[in-house]
Every structure is written in C-alpha cells, then in structure tokens.
C-alpha cells in the first residue's frame, strides 16, 4: 500500500506541520535530543529516516556523520527536505514512500532505522515493521518514538483539581482500536488522522517481523527540560512519549 489515508491527512497539512515542527518544543527540546542519544554513535553508519517529515533528524544525523536517507509518505514534506538539506550544504536522498510499502530499497540496505514520532501514525504498523526488518542489515536497530499509548487514547485527559491546576490523569477505552481526525494545534487548518493501539499491538508487530527489544524507554522530564520549557511539567508525572530500539538478530 503505497498510498493510505494516514498520509493523505498528514499531505494535507503538510505546509502547517513544517511551520509547527520548525518552533516545537517538543519536537526540538525533548524529542530529537533523545532520539540522537539513542541512536549512538552514527558516524558512518548507513541511516534511513524513515517518516523523515521536513528533514530535521535526516540533516541532525548527517551532520553527525551518518550517511543519511530520508522517506516519507507526504510528497510536499519530501520536497521541503530537500530543499532544506540543498541549502544545508548535505547530500540526502529523499523519496517518497510509505513505511510499509519500501520495495525500492533493497533488503539488508541500512544498518540503523530512525523512525521518530511516526508509528502511532502507520495505518499498517505490522507491515512497516515488516518492511524496517527487511530493509535492515543483520544486527541492524530500529529506533523509534510514539507517543506513549497508555496516555494517548482519545477520551483520556487530565482532570483538573482546585484552581484549575490538573490533578490526575483519567485513562478509558484504552483496548479500542481507533483512527480519528485532530488538529495538532490551533494553528493547523486541516486535522491529520491520529491513530490509537494498545501497547499489546506494538509489541506484537515488532515481535512478529522477527525483532528483539534492547532497550525501553518512558522519559520523564528533568529540571534541565524544565528550564527550556515549562510545558514540559506534566511529563514529570506521566509519561507522553515512549522509545524503544529493537535488533534485527544477527544471523
């Protein structure tokens, strides 16, 4: 499936997200840091930025030495990276695919996936799991962010105590399967299609394309995180990401 309704929405919006992700917080502050942190050193190493977006991590890798390519499924945000990395002064090839659907690039091509932000996102997340495996080298890692599902359901919310001030996070339909549409931010005009998986379904497609979990991450925000943002506090209490890196065994 190279075309679905995931990358539809996020097509749609293409011009607002890269606006959004140039002055995100989260995304620049709290997202990238850990994510390059856990990909180690890349210097080298052959990387795919897979949902690559504008390019942000895609040019962060290269100028940390990694020999970098980038895919997304958003035609315009693939035309934006490579426009940004042109001007950067970085060689990257980008091009335009959908995770589940990478038969362009041939098998045991990468030897690290950086896969940020993109999963809860995938209408076929086992395929994409799929796809990651066969495109990696054997001993290969996948590392990749989501928000974290235990939190993400679309009825949980804070709930708030005395003066507004939020007292404690209410969680339901955890267990439901769901896509639905939402604005990023206010400043989005159209919505993208955001997608809800119990945690089982995560394990379960990794495991199933034949990868082993190394490492599992619940980031909670520091003092140095509050210090660049005070809208990091409530990640000091619940957990709104979660990282993992998974092997391809070697073989």
Not at 35 to 55: F, N, P, Q, T, Y
Not at 78 to 101: E, F, W
């Amino acid at each position: 499936m190279s075309d679905d309704t995931s990358t539809r929405s996020w097509d749609a919006a293409a011009d607002d997200w890269v606006s959004h992700a140039d002055s995100s917080d989260f995304q620049n502050l709290f997202l990238q840091p850990r994510m390059l942190k856990l990909a180690g050193d890349v210097a080298g190493r052959r990387v795919l930025d897979l949902g690559c977006g504008e390019g942000a991590y895609s040019r962060a890798l290269a100028r940390l030495g990694a020999r970098v390519s980038g895919v997304d499924g958003s035609r315009r945000l693939v035309d934006v990276a490579r426009q940004r990395a042109a001007v950067s002064g970085l060689d990257i090839p980008y091009h335009c695919r959908n995770a589940n659907a990478l038969e362009e690039i041939e098998d045991s091509s990468f030897d690290l996936i950086v896969a940020s932000m993109l999963m809860m996102n995938v209408e076929d997340y086992p395929g994409a799991m799929r796809e990651a495996h066969r495109v990696l080298t054997s001993g290969g890692s996948l590392c990749m962010s989501i928000t974290h599902p235990c939190f993400s359901a679309p009825v949980s919310d804070w709930v708030g105590g005395k003066g507004r001030r939020p007292q404690h996070y209410a969680v339901d339909r955890y267990f439901e399967r769901i896509a639905w549409n939402d604005r990023i931010a206010p400043s989005f005009r159209s919505p993208t299609l955001r997608r809800h998986r119990p945690l089982e379904d995560y394990m379960k497609g990794a495991l199933d394309a034949g990868f082993v979990l190394r490492v599992f991450q619940e980031p909670a925000a520091t003092e140095e995180d509050l210090r660049k943002s005070i809208r990091f506090e409530h990640m000091t209490r619940v957990p709104y990401f979660l990282f993992m890196r998974w092997e391809k065994p070697q073989r």
